[in-house]
């Protein structure tokens, strides 16, 4: 059920699972299992993920209502506070850019060494 409907929206976006699987960030198999319905019961972070990805709400995807409701920005008020005192300090996009770039680096390091690889 949770897996159709992702289906059936990631079509309607005309996404590929890759695709949709890059913006969500996760992997394109996870995206997959659960569309395929073999991962019945994914995590509500992922969930939230690929719901943000769709531009719809984790309660449309588990099919607690039938109304395909626009997501909750990421984005809050206190996100935007933070972006808007970085930016009085002189950060550009550049540098939010590299910034992000540098922690997924980071991230990826730790989880290659937690993984005793």
Same mark, same amino acid.
């Given at each position: 059920?949770?897996?159709?409907r992702?289906?059936?929206l990631?079509l309607?976006?005309?996404?590929?699972? *890759?695709r949709?699987?890059e913006?969500a !960030?996760?992997?394109k198999?996870?995206?997959?299992?659960?569309?395929?319905?073999?991962?019945?019961?994914?995590s509500?972070?992922?969930? !939230?993920?690929?719901?943000?990805?769709l531009?719809t709400? /984790?309660? +449309?995807l =588990?099919?607690?209502?039938? $109304? !395909? &409701? $626009?997501?909750?920005? +990421? &984005? *809050?008020?206190?996100?935007? #506070?933070?972006?808007?005192?970085?930016?009085?300090?002189?950060? *550009?996009? #550049?540098?939010? =850019? #590299?910034? +992000?770039?540098?922690?997924?680096f980071?991230?990826n390091?730790?989880? /290659?060494?937690?993984?005793? !690889?």
């Open positions: 059920m949770i897996g159709d992702i289906k059936e990631r309607q976006k005309r996404y590929s699972i *890759t949709l699987a913006k !960030h996760i992997s198999s996870y995206l997959s299992q659960i569309e395929k319905g073999s991962n019945s019961n994914p509500l972070q992922m969930l !939230h993920k690929i719901a943000a990805s531009g709400s /984790v309660d +449309y =588990i099919d607690q209502t039938n $109304e !395909h &409701v $626009e997501a909750t920005p +990421y &984005v *809050t008020e206190e996100w935007m #506070e933070l972006l808007n005192k970085a930016i009085g300090q002189g950060m *550009t996009k #550049e540098d939010f =850019i #590299e910034f +992000y770039q540098y922690l997924s980071k991230k390091l730790q989880a /290659v060494k937690d993984s005793g !690889h």
